[in-house]
């Protein structure tokens, strides 16, 4: 396989800006499912830092991400966004979507995937008098899947950066 000095720094730059960790050992510690609510200019702040970072480690000026995504990684976003919210509703989901994302995504999109992740134990469902607000349910299952989603799609663009040269 293709080895370029270049593409490593730029793993390396993402798991560093990622795991707040600069030696490029794997120990990061992860709050899951705090169960209270947060203070909502914290979690925007900490989301625009997130996405920050991510442009910063990157060889590009802005990173977008299309629609198609942020549809086929839905549940693990939702589960970021839950995770940082400590507890949230689907409406303010959808206003992150949009927000961070530009994803328009309709209320038929966002809540199949909320309730398959709550009948998977994943989420926990509390009803409200006019809504439902969902918080963590099972952290382990979170973090599998979020670890188990972000390697396949390291894994992924660092294939198709070493066939870059090629071309």
Do not use: C, W
Not at 12 to 33: C, M, P, R, V, W
Not at 83 to 110: C, M, N, W, Y
Request: proline letters at 3%; a negative charge.
């Amino acid at each position: 396989m293709y080895d370029d000095p270049d593409s490593r720094s730029v793993f390396s730059d993402l798991t560093a800006a990622a795991t707040g960790n600069d030696s490029g050992e794997e120990q990061y510690e992860l709050t899951i499912g705090s169960a209270h609510k947060v203070d909502e200019k914290t979690v925007e702040r900490e989301l625009d830092e997130m996405l920050d970072s991510v442009e910063e480690a990157l060889p590009t000026d802005h990173a977008d991400f299309e629609e198609t995504i942020i549809k086929e990684n839905l549940d693990e976003i939702l589960l970021m966004l839950i995770s940082l919210r400590g507890e949230t509703h689907g409406k303010e989901l959808i206003s992150d979507l949009t927000r961070l994302f530009d994803a328009q995504l309709s209320p038929g999109t966002v809540y199949p995937s909320l309730h398959q992740l709550e009948e998977e134990d994943t989420l926990r469902m509390h009803k409200k008098v006019r809504t439902k607000e969902y918080s963590i349910q099972d952290e382990h299952q979170v973090r599998v899947t979020v670890e188990r989603t972000m390697l396949q799609h390291l894994a992924f663009g660092y294939l198709l950066y070493s066939f870059l040269p090629r071309l």
